[in-house]
């Protein structure tokens, strides 16, 4: 069973900066791809970056490109989220997550995607 564990998330004015980090354990959590998605009241959850194995490719949703980079360390199986000039429209909780492949993870509803607890961030205008 593959654990997600999130930290990071707070309180930030617009135009500030976050960074989140989620740390994955259990059975070869090294080799999977993974991701971040959030959800706002009210809305559904929506994908919101993505990163394979090794680092290689990312996938970002149109809203977060180039205000948030996603990167891995492979050593510390620990995935990041930088984010960047933050918005209140980016006010959400987030959560990690991962699959078997960067195909089922960017698709919504995957059956054998597996999720962290989640971790707040709030952005004040």
């Known amino acids: 069973q593959v654990q997600l564990v999130e930290t990071g998330g707070g309180l930030v004015q617009a135009g500030g900066s976050l960074r989140l980090s989620c740390a994955a354990s259990?059975?070869?959590?090294?080799?999977?791809?993974m991701g971040w998605f959030r959800q706002a009241p009210g809305k559904e959850r929506e994908f919101v970056a993505a990163?394979?194995?090794?680092?290689?490719?990312?996938y970002y949703t149109d809203s977060v490109k180039g205000r948030f980079t996603i990167s891995r360390d492979y050593a510390k199986r620990t995935v990041y989220l930088q984010m960047s000039s933050l918005k209140p429209e980016d006010t959400a909780v987030y959560y990690c997550?991962?699959?078997?492949?960067?195909?089922?993870?960017?698709?919504?509803?995957?059956?054998?995607?597996?999720w962290g607890q989640g971790t707040q961030v709030t952005v004040s205008s």
């Open positions: 259990g059975p070869t959590t090294s080799v999977y791809p």
């Open positions: 997550a991962t699959d078997l492949a960067m195909d089922l993870l960017r698709i919504p509803g995957s059956k054998t995607r597996q």
């Open positions: 990163i394979n194995w090794n680092g290689g490719n990312t």
